[in-house]
T-cell receptor, first 113, second 115 residues
Framework: GENVEQHPSTLSVQEGDSAVIKCTYSDSASNYFPWYKQELGKRPQLIIDIRSNVGEKKDQRIAVTLNKTAKHFSLHITETQPEDSAVYFCAAKESTNAGKSTFGDGTTLTVKP | DAGVIQSPRHEVTEMGQEVTLRCKPISGHNSLFWYRQTMMRGLELLIYFNNNVPIDDSGMPEDRFSAKMPNASFSTLKIQPSEPRDSAVYFC?????????????FGPGTRLTVT
């Protein structure tokens, strides 16, 4: 089955700096790669996603890049703000329409004011 | 849209008791997922359904856990008998699936404490 590894497990940055979280996956057939943000005590919520036919996607201060050959994808947050502090999960979804997503272990991001 | 609804939000029970968690997915969504989240093990997929049919239950930890989806608007996760190590937050999520999109919408979760 799919295996997703996420690094780093914790990340601390100063407000205004950039943050990068990286994930690798094992199944070359995976075709959908979402990123979820989970604030303390709340549910995970999608912040950005990318499909396997796209190399990069950007939404304001967040961007995701995908390298299918190397089987890795990354989340980039620019101009970080204290409200970006949360746990971030990457995931890789198997290619069948009803397929499941395998989640990484999460990265705890702390943005210091 | 009310989003994914889970009940109860909190459950405290004694070891050996039966626990039933409930989930109502977003109307029109075809896939439903049950997850368990703990500090030690992170976010684990327990089971998921597509069009009310269980597709993959390989994440269910043992026979004490069972899940059903009798119709498109309701699912249950049952633990019988419960044990202290089952203490966790249990999330239900749903998605449209297929061409409708793969984004999973999570419910607020049920925090289960087994004493």
């Amino acid at each position: 089955g799919e295996n997703v590894e996420q690094h780093p497990s914790t990340l601390s940055v100063q407000e205004g700096d950039s943050a990068v979280i990286k994930c690798t996956y094992s199944d070359s057939a995976s075709n959908y790669f979402p990123w979820y943000k989970q604030e303390l005590g709340k549910r995970p919520q999608l912040i950005i996603d990318i499909r396997s036919n796209v190399g990069e996607k950007k939404d304001q201060r967040i961007a995701v890049t995908l390298n299918k050959t190397a089987k890795h994808f990354s989340l980039h947050i620019t101009e970080t703000q204290p409200e970006d502090s949360a746990v971030y999960f990457c995931a890789a979804k198997e290619s069948t329409n009803a397929g499941k997503s395998t989640f990484g272990d999460g990265t705890t991001l702390t943005v210091k004011p | 849209d009310a989003g994914v609804i889970q009940s109860p939000r909190h459950e405290v029970t004694e070891m050996g008791q039966e626990v039933t968690l409930r989930c109502k997915p977003i109307s029109g969504h075809n896939s439903l997922f049950w997850y368990r989240q703990t500090m030690m093990r992170g976010l684990e997929l327990l089971i998921y359904f597509n069009n009310n049919v269980p597709i993959d239950d390989s994440g269910m930890p043992e026979d004490r856990f069972s899940a059903k989806m009798p119709n498109a608007s309701f699912s249950t996760l049952k633990i019988q008998p419960s044990e202290p190590r089952d203490s966790a937050v249990y999330f239900c999520a749903s998605s449209l699936g297929g061409q409708g999109g793969y984004e999973q919408y999570f419910g607020p979760g049920t925090r289960l404490t087994v004493t």
